[in-house]
């Protein structure tokens, strides 16, 4: 009779298992990569990013001017974005579920979203809520959504959004001023337990207007092949080293 327990063990075991993973890895992030590349690059200012503390990162994004050398997204990071798409897809369903009428999408199929400053800022929204149980709010509300892990889920939901997530804050003002929206719903899932927190932002007409005017200049050196200032006086300061532009940045500065 064949031994079954010693064929598995031969062909399943640790040195094996690790070879496989490492093959199936590889060709899996190959793909994501290959679909990233794939896609067609903003050539405008995207909403979400208007909150970027760095002027000058912000004109670098907009100007599409090349990452440092190995600082682009790798296959982890492609994986993070679908999983936190997948995970607004639940909250959506969720918030469904308990009665609210959450749109995503227009009657002609395109995802809500604006267009300002002759087509250079443009955004798309996560969705808006046109009605639902009573939460406190005069509907309809602007809908963002973030999956986040557990130590910044609890960091949010200890100090709020505007405190804990200050670029998420002023995607939230930019949408509302943008969509003609007094308030927002922010729902952050946490990816470890699946918790939600929910929180109610109203819309600040001068956090708005601060946060238009830093695009309207963002724009303007962009377009005048100006540099903003740098957000500091070292490259060691923490935005820059996590920055993917840090290297072309600080070249021949210190
Ligand atoms: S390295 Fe620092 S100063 Fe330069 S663009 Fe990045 S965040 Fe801004």
Not at 26 to 53: C, F, K, M, V, W
Not at 215 to 235: N, Q
Request: contains cysteine; charged residues 20%; aromatic residues 10%.
């Amino acid at each position: 009779m064949i031994d079954m327990n010693h064929g598995s063990e031969a062909v399943y075991g640790g040195a094996a298992n690790a070879s496989v993973t490492g093959r199936i890895n590889a060709l899996i992030d190959d793909a994501l990569l290959q679909r990233n590349r794939a896609q067609t690059p903003r050539t405008y200012l995207g909403g979400s990013r208007i909150g970027e503390p760095c002027a000058r990162k912000l004109v670098y994004e907009y100007t599409r001017t090349a990452l440092d050398a190995g600082k682009g997204f790798d296959g982890r990071t492609l994986r993070i974005f679908d999983a936190g798409h997948q995970f607004e897809t639940l909250s959506i369903r969720w918030l469904r579920a308990a009665g609210f009428d959450l749109r995503t999408h227009r009657n002609d199929g395109e995802q809500f979203g604006f267009v300002t400053a002759n087509g250079r800022i443009r955004g798309h929204i996560d969705g808006v809520i046109v009605g639902g149980p009573d939460i406190g709010v005069a509907w309809p509300v602007l809908f963002e959504h973030k999956a986040l892990n557990s130590k910044s889920w609890t960091d949010t939901v200890k100090h709020g959004v505007q405190r804990s997530k200050p670029v998420y804050f002023a995607q939230l003002q930019i949408y509302m001023a943008y969509m003609d929206l007094g308030s927002a719903l922010f729902t952050a899932l946490n990816k470890d337990t699946q918790a939600l927190h929910h929180e109610i932002v109203a819309f600040d007409a001068r956090a708005a207007q601060a946060l238009s005017d830093k695009a309207v200049d963002v724009l303007r050196a962009a377009e005048h092949g100006e540099l903003p200032p740098r957000i500091a006086a070292s490259p060691d300061f923490y935005l820059c080293r996590w920055c993917a532009y840090a290297q072309r940045c600080w070249e021949g500065a210190v």
